[in-house]
């Protein structure tokens, strides 16, 4: 569970800094309005990106989004610090 909220708050933090990094490149003359906008169009994208798109990234015969797989590699990191001290 834990690794899920992880890369839950990951994979959207990832997108809305990648949103704003992309609005920087705007011009300066445009609006605020404009501005929120875009990156509110940007960020639902590559939240599209992330969880809309599935491919079979470990070749388990199943589709899995990047998120997916993102959250998978945090649990398997917890588990392995977690046998650390057993």
């Known amino acids: 569970m834990i690794g899920d909220t992880l890369g839950n708050v990951f994979v959207g933090a990832g997108t809305a800094v990648a949103g704003a990094l992309l609005v920087t490149t705007l011009p300066v003359s445009l609006s605020f309005t404009a501005v929120v906008t875009a990156g509110f169009g940007i960020s639902v994208g590559l939240t599209y990106l992330t969880e809309g798109i599935k491919f079979d990234f470990d070749n388990d015969k199943k589709d899995e989004s990047m998120k997916d797989m ?5 649990t398997d990191g917890l588990e392995t610090v977690a046998g650390w001290f057993k």
């Open 70 to 74: 993102v959250k998978a590699g945090f």
